[in-house]
């Protein structure tokens, strides 16, 4: 039989934190041993963000649910079609890169060989050109049989866990999916947990830092598919083998911030150094004018002030997050420095030092009595009006 008024479990307050430790520290512990967890959130969130300017667009005409419906199915048609389309293409390409691999090594062979030969005419080496081509040779095979083995085995692991990588997708798609549909009742549960007095900031600082990673996610997808098609695009004009192939590593590799589309030029410059030249000098120029569009036309106009960062801090924080956590660490280090600024904007107009809030500053007798600072403990009002203005206005005579 339902209670009618649910009878109140008095407990004091030390008590009610050591049970939020206690949950906080059970939820730390599912993560760290169940490490797919937090990654499947993480990637959920990122996508349900990453879509919810498109559902916000649709919301107007449309109900929500029937929004979110139709951005997920063109979400998964899309996918569906890159990989009927796009990945026999570059599996085919695959197959060719590793059969011309040998003609590749000789070729790359001959062109170092000829830089040693007239190193060591300057008297630049210690040895003939010879011998240290054949210390490369023996370092860049036992270099290559390491990168194979571990090709070999990730490729082993992923054919072996086809079902856990279905099912990680499928996940991300549900998290997302339930965080969009959802969004209202988590905003609430985040309101309700703050103290009264605070829950207008609260709100605001829930939609400053929704809207701002939703801007830079939204943004870094459109920059990092922009260069992906013009890199693949402009290989495939020039004659540059491999097109699709580097295509796709320019755009994995722009997730980096600032180095990432420069680091990726390099293996396309490489690849078109063996067709000639001229061929390499204008992928150099293709990629310098791809990053010179995406950096300053593309990313201003999509992601606005999303993060507004020094662009050194945001090198540092790339650096930082892949020393602590690998290839996540760098992934999540730009969103999380843009949700640090949100925050450090939301505290700076609002944090007051308890003895300055409190204790006028001292004004000398013929010091105007508009220096004086009022006692309150809580910020002034924008909206009301000075005191000394005040008066004014009040005064007999005043305008």
């Known amino acids: 039989m339902p209670v009618d008024s649910p009878t109140p479990i008095l407990i004091d307050r030390r008590s009610r934190n050591i049970l939020v430790g206690v ?13 797919t967890l937090p990654r499947l959130v993480v990637a959920g969130a ?5 879509l919810s300017f498109p559902v916000r667009l649709l919301s107007r005409v449309l109900p929500r649910g029937i929004a979110i419906t139709l951005a997920m199915l063109v979400l998964v048609v899309g996918a569906v079609l890159a990989l009927v389309i796009l990945v026999p293409i570059a599996v085919s390409q695959l197959d060719a890169l590793v059969g011309d691999a040998p003609n590749i090594a000789a070729r790359g062979e001959l062109a170092i060989r000829g830089v040693l030969e007239a190193m060591a005419e300057r008297g630049w080496l210690e040895e003939t050109a010879d011998a240290t081509l054949e210390e490369l040779r023996a370092e860049g095979v036992s270099r290559a049989q390491g990168i194979g083995q571990t090709v070999l085995q990730q490729a082993l692991g992923a054919l072996s866990g086809t079902l856990g990588v279905i099912l990680t997708l499928v996940g991300i798609v549900f998290v997302a999916v339930y965080l969009l549909a959802d969004s209202d009742r988590f905003k609430r549960g985040f309101i309700r947990a703050i103290p009264l007095v605070y829950r207008d900031d609260a709100e605001e600082l829930w939609s400053d830092v929704g809207q701002s990673l939703s ?5 870094l997808l459109v920059s990092i598919g922009f260069q992906g098609v013009a890199a693949a695009v402009a290989l495939f004009v020039l004659g540059v083998p491999y097109s699709l192939l580097l295509g796709a590593w320019t755009a994995v590799a722009a997730i980096v911030p600032y180095v990432g589309s ?9 690849a078109a150094f063996f067709v ?21 036309l593309i990313a201003p106009k999509v992601q606005g002030d999303a993060i507004r960062v020094h662009p050194l801090l945001i090198f540092l924080a790339v650096i930082a997050g892949g020393e602590v956590g690998g290839l996540w660490g760098a992934l999540l280090a730009v969103p999380a420095l843009a949700v640090l600024r949100v925050v450090a904007d939301f505290l700076d107009v609002r944090l007051v030092v308890a003895d300055e809030a409190a204790t006028p500053l001292a004004v000398s007798p013929a010091a105007p009595s508009a220096l004086a600072v009022p006692a309150p403990a809580r910020l002034p009002d924008p909206d009301v009006a000075p005191a000394g203005l005040a008066a004014d206005l009040v005064r007999p005579g005043g305008n």
């Open 23 to 35: 949950v906080l520290l059970v939820i730390v512990l599912l993560c760290w041993f169940a490490p």
């Open 46 to 50: 990122a996508l349900a963000l990453i």
């Open 215 to 219: 801007r830079y996610l939204g943004g």
């Open 262 to 270: 420069y680091i990726a030029g390099v293996p396309a410059i490489a």
């Open 276 to 296: 000639s030249p001229l061929t390499a000098l204008l992928t150099a120029v293709v990629y310098f004018v791809i990053n010179m569009i995406a950096g300053n």
